[in-house]
């Protein structure tokens, strides 16, 4: 049986074996995090740095306020949003100078009311969510985005990564579909982000090796690798996570 996006995180227990479990310490996506969480803070203060006044920004789908956390004491004001009420509990007591939101912003238009946010980050959501989910999520946060706002949006799958095999491999052995063996190209995520009127002007790519290598003797090196393949270089469109900075078409 499919979960839906929707559903996915409305069980407490759900929620805490997400924070325990897929950003433990040690695992994989941690370390993504590790290597991801200092680009996403440049950027940060290179497009304050661009722009006078203070800056807004909305994390959508925040979960339990990894990123959240991460960037808001680097704006004036932090808004996360998530569908899910146990993870709006985790984040609210990670990141207590941000408000946090819980609903589904595609039906309870009172819930983002806001069409000038400067940057909105969405990590993670994605791949999670259904494709006509996120077709129309990506449309309403180009309605609450600045006209001349940024985007940060990950692809934590991507179809072209040494990944990709193992993915496959899971994904014939499984009766039920599952948004975890999710992927997307680096061109097929550029199109979802064009059709939502979005234009790409940065791309960067995190993690080289596969996972597998993380769980053999071999772990220190694949770190070593990884760590100093992350970021904007010509590997990226190899990556297994990716991290595209956006502006909106205005055209």
Not at 218 to 236: I, M
Request: some cysteine.
């Amino acid at each position: 049986m499919t979960v839906s996006y929707a559903n996915r995180f409305q069980d407490p227990t759900a929620v805490a074996a997400y924070d325990a479990q897929e950003y433990g310490t040690g695992s994989y996506s941690s370390r993504v995090w590790q290597w991801q969480r200092p680009v996403v803070e440049q950027l940060l203060r290179d497009f304050r740095a661009q722009r006078p006044g203070p800056m807004r920004l909305l994390d959508f789908a925040c979960g339990t306020g990894r990123v959240l956390a991460a960037v808001a004491p680097l704006v004036n004001q932090a808004v996360g949003v998530d569908i899910s009420a146990g993870m709006a509990t985790v984040a609210r007591t990670k990141c207590p100078s941000a408000e946090v939101r819980v609903g589904n912003i595609l039906t309870e238009p009172a819930l983002l009311p806001e069409k000038n946010f400067d940057v909105i980050s969405c990590f993670r959501f994605v791949l999670n969510a259904e494709p006509d989910l996120r077709r129309r999520v990506l449309r309403r946060l180009r309605a609450a985005l600045a006209a001349d706002g940024q985007l940060l949006v990950n692809v934590h799958g991507n179809a072209h990564s040494l990944r990709h095999p193992a993915i496959a491999w899971k994904r014939r052995r499984t009766a039920a579909p599952d948004a975890m063996l999710n992927e997307m190209t680096p061109g097929e995520a550029r199109e979802m982000l064009r059709a939502a009127g979005f234009v790409v002007v940065r791309q960067f790519g995190f993690g080289i090796l596969p996972p597998t290598f993380y769980r053999t003797p071999l772990r220190g090196l694949a770190e070593a690798v990884d760590r100093s393949l992350a970021g904007d270089h010509w590997w990226r469109n190899t990556a297994i996570d990716l991290l595209f900075v956006c502006r909106r078409d205005n055209k």
